[in-house]
């Protein structure tokens, strides 16, 4: 069940029209660790519902963003496929994001692929607190 409520919520951000305002979360302090060619991002969902108390409040979602080859966000006008990186237990995104990085890199064969026609993200998943706070937002 918590594991479905985590799914809604990235449903629910994809599902969201895109613009400037997907970083329109509140900024979380974090020790996460900086990542060449990406930025921590803080991606605001509105109005997620608890299903049990009929709650709504705004969710904010912490991510690895990767930067085009200009060392800027990318366009999205110019972003042909995504790739979404979900970490381990061991809750370490930005290794999950350097590697993908460096893999993507890594392709010559095909000049569509490349890191301003691949969006990558990595989600931040704290702790089971994440979830507690989508169900019942009193985190």
Request: charge should be positive; include cysteine; proline fraction near 4%.
């Given at each position: 069940m918590?594991?479905?409520?985590?799914?809604t919520a990235l449903?629910?951000?994809f599902a969201a029209t895109t613009s400037a305002q997907q970083f329109a979360g509140d900024v979380i302090d974090?020790?996460?660790?900086?990542?060449?060619?990406?930025?921590?991002?803080?991606?605001?969902?509105?109005?997620v519902?608890?299903?049990?108390?009929?709650k709504s409040?705004?969710?904010?979602?912490?991510?690895?963003?990767?930067?085009?080859?200009?060392?800027?966000?990318?366009?999205?006008?110019?972003?042909?496929?995504?790739?979404?990186i979900i970490h381990g237990l061991n809750r370490d995104p930005g290794t999950y994001e350097?590697?993908?990085?460096s893999a993507l890199a890594q392709v010559k064969g095909d000049p569509n692929i490349n890191k301003d026609s691949v969006a990558v993200m990595a989600p931040y998943f704290p702790n089971?607190?994440?979830?507690?706070?989508?169900?019942?937002?009193k985190c």
């Open positions: 918590q594991f479905t409520s985590v799914l449903g629910a951000l974090t020790n996460l660790p900086n990542v060449p060619g990406a930025e921590i991002a803080y991606f605001k969902i509105p109005g519902q608890d299903s049990n108390s009929k409040a705004n969710l904010t979602l912490i991510n690895y963003m990767s930067y085009g080859s200009n060392g800027k966000r990318l366009v999205g006008s110019k972003v042909q496929r995504a790739v979404i350097s590697n993908m990085l089971g607190m994440f979830v507690l706070c989508l169900r019942c937002f």
